[in-house]
């Protein structure tokens, strides 16, 4: 059973930074497993969508457009862990952050949460103006 858990959420003032880690268990990343990792979020009110993902198999990763510049993914394969950096943070960056996998390639519709096969519970992020 996969299990993937995030931490590193709090609450900061706009232009602060966060770190979110997400840790998973359950399973490795092995080399020859291609995976579509990435961290999504949800505003309050508003339905989940895409932040970052990273594909291990292609090592690429995606941005959506409102935090390209500010947000950077990445991994500790050794770690079996999933970074979210979070620069020059805004108030709408205010969300419940999750991190979200499935086994394969990032597709060209990653931003949406369908097809996901695991998911964390979530941190909370606040950002104050």
């Known amino acids: 059973q996969v299990q993937l858990m995030e931490s590193g959420g709090g609450s900061v003032q706009a232009g602060g930074s966060l770190r979110l880690s997400c840790a998973a268990s359950?399973?490795?990343?092995?080399?020859?497993?291609?995976?579509?990792m990435g961290w999504f979020r949800q505003p309050p009110g508003k339905e989940r969508e895409g932040v970052a993902v990273?594909?291990?198999?292609?090592?690429?990763?995606y941005y959506r457009d409102s935090v390209k510049g500010r947000f950077t993914i990445s991994r500790d394969s050794a770690k079996n862990t999933l970074y979210l950096q979070m620069n020059s943070l805004r108030p709408e960056d205010t969300a419940m952050y999750y991190c979200?996998?499935?086994?394969?390639?990032?597709?060209?519709?990653?931003?949406?949460?369908?097809?996901?096969?695991?998911w964390g519970q979530g941190t909370q992020v606040t950002v104050s103006s």
């Open positions: 979200a996998a499935y086994p394969g390639f990032c597709g060209g519709d990653w931003f949406t949460d369908r097809g996901y096969d695991y």
């Open positions: 990273f594909s291990t198999g292609a090592g690429s990763t």
């Open positions: 359950g399973y490795t990343y092995r080399s020859y497993t291609p995976y579509c």
